[in-house]
């Protein structure tokens, strides 16, 4: 049985949210001109229809592309046309037409759509003899809001080029890998499985002839599966170590595809499967967040070890917008601090992100240490 698609006003997008709905709030300010007049009935409906027929529009916008978009930005600018000599505070349709020309392709048309907007605000009021005051604030605002969502939308498809790059990475690394551990197993085990095959068959067909001979090679099959499994277990080791070598060429390849020098000095360092992990993911994400969002040329990354700690080290020469920690950073803090480690970021020419993972003998000593200090406290 198909499931009954859910009628929505909005496309599915966290980046847009509930923000949409929030943007209308201007909406009822085309009414405030008919109000402060005391217009006559005919403005008052004039305004009302228009609002009527803006709605629509405004919703089917989030989804339209290409030229339904356009069609859409010159309808809601003609509206503002046909009501503006009225009523001056339908300018204010002008605003929300060129916010969606932000989103028009490439971004050299999307900027020439909010200078004719522009114009043809300048252009209306002049020939209706309205004075500045009632509409020199539309040309500015739809500079402004044009301009923002200009660059909001070249953010949102770089991030998505960003995205898609990763993931197709990420399928490219995971399928080698694959082939990989299909190839070290068959290499491992082929062999060794065939002659414990061979050796069975034959402790067997010598068991009643020849039972000292029978147990010599049941001795010998029981020595190769335990050497086949002490193979098994080194191999296991080492897709374990792989696993942040993979990441570190992973976002090695997405620092070059995004034109940053990428310097790497990681060292083989001994760590538990649960705390690669949570370095492989701290290492992903704060290069992400250097690609993202640092205006960076160049970001090393180092990851040593002194015998008390493993550190690992993301270093930028970027110039960040300082802000709260979002969504990402503070999903990493948790996980290292989870794991007893802690996160340090500074920003001093730069950006430099510290991950220290302290050795269970060095956490099991602080931790005493403390308790003893409590106690005599």
Request: hydrophobic content about 50%.
């Amino acid at each position: 049985m198909i499931p009954e698609k859910k009628w929505r006003l909005l496309p599915e997008d966290t980046f847009l949210g509930w923000t949409p709905y929030v943007w209308l709030v201007y909406l009822p300010t085309l009414f405030l001109t008919p109000f402060i007049r005391q217009d006559s009935t005919p403005v008052w409906v004039a305004t009302g229809v228009v609002c009527a027929v803006f709605l629509p529009l405004y919703f089917r916008a989030h989804w339209a592309r290409g030229k339904e978009l356009l069609i859409i930005i010159a309808a809601i600018a003609l509206l503002g046309l046909l009501l503006a000599p009225f009523n001056y505070s339908a300018f204010a349709l002008f605003i929300y037409a060129s916010s969606f020309a932000g989103n028009v392709r490439p971004t050299r048309v999307a900027l020439m759509l909010i200078a004719s907007l522009s114009v043809l605000v300048t252009i209306e009021a002049t020939l209706a003899g309205l004075p500045f005051l009632a509409w020199g604030w539309a040309v500015m605002f739809v500079w402004i809001v044009g301009g923002v969502n200009t660059h909001y939308a070249t953010v949102r498809r770089s991030d998505v080029i960003l995205r898609r790059a990763r993931e197709e990475i990420e399928h490219l690394a995971t399928v080698a890998e694959r082939e990989r551990i299909a190839r070290d197993l068959h290499d491992v085990l082929g062999h060794t499985l065939s002659l414990i095959t061979l050796k069975a068959a034959l402790a067997s067909r010598l068991a009643d002839r020849d039972p000292a001979r029978a147990a010599e090679e049941i001795r010998d099959v029981e020595r190769i599966s335990r050497e086949a499994l002490s193979e098994v277990r080194a191999a296991v080791a080492g897709y374990r170590d792989a696993g942040l070598a993979r990441e570190t060429s992973n976002v090695r390849t997405m620092l070059q595809a995004a034109g940053i020098e990428a310097t790497v000095d990681i060292q083989p360092v001994a760590v538990a499967a649960s705390e690669e992990a949570v370095l492989s993911l701290t290492l992903r994400e704060a290069v992400t967040n250097v690609v993202r969002h640092s205006r960076a040329s160049a970001c090393t990354m180092i990851l040593s070890d002194d015998g008390k700690a493993t550190r690992l080290e993301v270093i930028d020469n970027g110039t960040w917008k300082r802000g709260p920690d979002g969504n990402g950073l503070g999903g990493m803090r948790e996980r290292i601090e989870a794991i007893g480690g802690s996160l340090i970021i500074s920003h001093e020419r730069g950006t430099r992100l510290v991950v220290e993972l302290p050795h269970p003998e060095t956490q099991s000593l602080q931790a005493s240490v403390q308790q003893r200090l409590h106690v005599v406290a």
